[in-house]
């Protein structure tokens, strides 16, 4: 077996995430690949969520279907997966609230009583002796874990943590009397340590590391998972954080700051960014630089808070008033998130525009396994004008669009901003002549931009006659799908675009040259992106394969869509 689904399930309040992650990083220093899924409700008790460790020694960029080792801390974690269990699966479970578990599966059940005899323990400890049980299993050494849930449970008391501890080291103990036909025990640490961490960390990292110093927004899933993620940082960084009390206030919050000097942020989900389109038309009319992640949820309105999907592309696109430029990106990958904050943030204040990422709750919470390497160091660009001659125009009439930009209240000269249409000394006008000519400077900058794109990910054989065309989170699940028929003899090419706008129409058109047939991929309903393609290429897509019903794609699901046209 390469690799091996760890599903963990329970209701909220039953500790799935706090036990997920130690696990996890336990798995990923012992020398594997670790991806992890979370799947959760819109509740803070109760209801169903479930965390999915896909382990192997290969990297992994996507879930898969299937369930190898079943963790169940309720009963509804049986019923609802046991059909997705593997020939050799096995279930582990809470005796105390599993009272049935299906006939002629191996079962490991765990109690309190068990793991810590005499000992007055809550739910957690359990959850530690599950993931113990998991590592007794696979055949890796449980110090690591213990080691881990020390950490996490320090500020719970000593007798908390040493709980945990012990209960851990019970669980290996009872699953190392056990055959496994789950052996990880030959693999051994990395040279190098290496990272387990979300979309949305490393975009955090990302915005950090290009001198992020303001952050603002309103908390909505699943934007907040990145707001929190800078936050937590912000004291060592010396970042400015600021919950504000709705999304209009946000995004001007965050242009205040930066017209001040700040590299601002801000970002929402879904309905929040339909209160931020008036500020997009300010940051557009008066060039300050902004950076807006939209964390899209299934809509419309405020949708399915904690799901996944991609359909806010259209409406990013053309958000604001008139025509007016902006850049969009899309990664796929934590390691993209990272590259592309850096590229927001230097290139909002390099062309003077607004820069959105979009996001999901399927990119911006699962961890993914990277190497260290695959986060360089930023380059941190600023583009100010520092001059001290006289008759500074803020709005200078430029071939390239980018005037000059000072900060008020440094050096001379009078910086004047105007939301209104304007002059080149940012005095309000309505000379239709002084009209024409702004609104083709803002426009121009989109040339300069185009330039600068290259977010396009291929692989698979260039003269392959089917290309599968994607964005966004879909990249891991497309790329292995790809992986898959390729190792068929099924000759197929994958392109990931993950910069979306300005659109790279003559790179697209280049990278696709080869394809007789066109398959593109998306989470909406509608193919946004095949829009967009068509629009700007003239090329669409012979097939769809799409997904709205909240879940992310997996390559099971792609290949089956893609049945009858390989």
Same mark, same amino acid.
């Given at each position: &077996?390469?690799?091996?689904n760890?599903?963990?399930?329970g209701?909220?309040?039953?500790?799935?995430?706090?036990?997920?992650l130690?696990?996890g990083k336990?798995?990923?220093r012992?020398?594997l690949?670790?991806?992890m +899924?979370q799947?959760?409700?819109?509740?803070?008790?109760g209801?169903?969520?479930?965390?999915?460790?896909?382990v192997?020694?290969a990297? +992994?960029?996507?879930?898969?279907?299937?369930?190898?080792?079943?963790?169940?801390?309720?009963?509804?974690t049986?019923?609802? $997966?046991?059909?997705?269990?593997?020939?050799?699966?096995?279930?582990?479970?809470?005796?105390?609230q *599993?009272?049935?578990v299906?006939a002629?599966?191996p079962?490991?059940g765990l109690?309190h009583?068990?793991?810590l005899?005499?000992?007055?323990?809550?739910?957690?400890?359990l959850?530690a002796?599950?993931?113990?049980?998991?590592?007794?299993?696979?055949?890796?050494p449980?110090e690591?874990?213990?080691?881990?849930?020390e950490?996490? /449970?320090a500020?719970k008391?000593p007798? *908390?943590?040493?709980w945990?501890?012990?209960?851990?080291?019970r669980g290996?103990?009872?699953a190392r009397?056990r055959?496994?036909?789950?052996?990880?025990?030959?693999?051994?640490?990395?040279?190098s340590?290496?990272?387990?961490l979300?979309? $949305?960390?490393? &975009?955090?990292?990302?915005?950090?590391a290009?001198g992020?110093?303001?952050?603002?927004?309103?908390p909505m899933?699943?934007?907040?998972?990145? /707001?929190n993620?800078?936050?937590?940082?912000?004291?060592?960084?010396?970042?400015?954080?600021?919950?504000?009390?709705?999304?209009i206030a946000?995004?001007?919050?965050?242009?205040?700051?930066?017209?001040?000097?700040?590299?601002?942020?801000?970002?929402?989900?879904?309905?929040?960014?339909?209160l &931020?389109?008036?500020g997009v038309g300010?940051a557009?009319?008066?060039?300050?630089p902004?950076?807006?992640?939209?964390?899209?949820?299934p809509?419309?309105?405020?949708?399915?808070?904690?799901?996944?999907?991609?359909?806010?592309l259209g409406f990013?696109?053309?958000?604001?008033?008139?025509d007016?430029?902006?850049?969009?990106?899309t990664?796929?990958?934590?390691?993209?998130g990272?590259?592309?904050?850096?590229?927001?943030?230097n290139?909002a204040?390099?062309?003077?525009?607004?820069?959105?990422i979009?996001t999901?709750?399927?990119?911006?919470d699962s961890?993914?396994? $990277?190497e260290?390497d695959e986060?360089?160091?930023?380059?941190?660009?600023?583009?100010?004008?520092?001059?001290?001659k006289?008759?500074?125009?803020?709005?200078?009439l430029?071939?390239?669009?980018?005037?000059?930009?000072r900060?008020p209240g440094?050096g001379?000269?009078?910086?004047?901003?105007?939301?209104?249409?304007?002059?080149?000394d940012?005095?309000?006008?309505?000379d239709?002549?002084?009209?024409?000519? &702004?609104?083709e400077k803002r426009?121009?900058?989109?040339e300069g931009?185009?330039?600068?794109?290259?977010?396009i990910?291929?692989?698979g054989p260039?003269?392959a006659?089917?290309?599968?065309?994607c964005?966004?989170?879909?990249?891991?699940?497309?790329a292995?799908?790809v992986?898959r028929?390729?190792a068929?003899?099924t000759? *197929?090419?994958?392109?990931?675009l993950?910069?979306?706008?300005?659109?790279?129409?003559?790179?697209?058109a280049? *990278?696709l040259?080869?394809?007789r047939?066109?398959?593109v991929?998306?989470?909406n309903?509608?193919g946004q992106?095949?829009r967009?393609l068509?629009?700007?290429t003239?090329?669409?897509?012979?097939?769809l394969v799409?997904?709205?019903d909240g879940?992310?794609f997996?390559?099971?699901y792609?290949l089956?869509?893609?049945?009858?046209?390989v």
């Open positions: &077996m390469t690799d091996l760890i599903l963990i399930g209701a909220a309040g039953q500790g799935v995430h706090s036990i997920s130690p696990l336990a798995l990923v012992h020398g690949r670790v991806h +899924l799947d959760y409700q819109s509740r803070i008790r209801g169903h969520l479930f965390n999915v460790l896909r192997g020694e990297s +992994l960029l996507s879930p898969r279907e299937g369930v190898d080792l079943l963790v169940a801390l309720n009963q509804e049986v019923a609802l $997966h046991r059909e997705e269990l593997s020939p050799p699966g096995l279930i582990i479970y809470d005796v105390e *599993v009272k049935e299906p002629g599966v079962s490991l109690s009583e068990t793991l005899p005499g000992a007055a323990a809550g739910e957690i400890a959850n002796g599950a993931a113990g049980a998991i590592l007794g299993l696979l055949g890796v449980v690591g874990l213990a080691g881990l849930l950490a996490t /449970f500020d008391g007798e *908390v943590a040493a945990n501890r012990a209960a851990a080291q290996h103990e009872m009397e055959q496994s036909p789950f052996d990880f025990s030959r693999v051994s640490p990395p040279p340590p290496r990272l387990l979300s979309g $949305h960390e490393g &975009m955090a990292l990302g915005a950090l290009a992020l110093n303001f952050i603002c927004g309103y899933t699943p934007w907040t998972s990145l /707001f993620a800078v936050s937590l940082r912000a004291a060592r960084w010396g970042v400015v954080v600021e919950q504000t009390e709705d999304e946000a995004i001007n919050m965050a242009l205040g700051a930066s017209f001040a000097g700040a590299r601002a942020l801000t970002g929402t989900s879904g309905g929040g960014f339909c &931020m389109t008036e300010l557009a009319m008066t060039e300050t902004l950076v807006v992640v939209v964390a899209m949820r809509g419309p309105s405020t949708g399915l808070p904690t799901r996944t999907g991609q359909g806010d990013v696109l053309s958000a604001g008033q008139d007016s430029p902006r850049a969009l990106f990664p796929g990958t934590p390691a993209q990272y590259a592309l904050m850096v590229r927001a943030l290139f204040d390099k062309y003077q525009l607004p820069v959105f979009l999901d709750q399927y990119f911006g961890q993914v396994t $990277h260290a986060f360089p160091p930023a380059a941190v660009e600023r583009f100010l004008d520092g001059g001290a006289a008759g500074y125009e803020r709005y200078a430029r071939e390239s669009g980018i005037s000059p930009r900060l440094f001379p000269g009078l910086v004047v901003a105007d939301s209104d249409e304007h002059t080149p940012g005095h309000l006008t309505e239709l002549e002084v009209r024409v000519k &702004m609104h426009l121009r900058k989109l931009l185009r330039g600068e794109l290259s977010g990910t291929a692989a260039a003269d006659p089917l290309a599968l065309v964005w966004g989170s879909t990249l891991g699940p497309a292995e799908a992986s028929l390729n068929e003899n000759p *197929v090419r994958l392109v990931h993950s910069e979306l706008w300005p659109f790279p129409r003559q790179a697209v280049s *990278v040259a080869g394809a047939k066109l398959v991929v998306e989470g309903a509608c992106l095949n967009l068509r629009q700007e003239g090329l669409a897509a012979d097939h799409l997904r709205y879940r992310p997996t390559p099971e792609l089956r869509g893609l049945a009858g046209v």
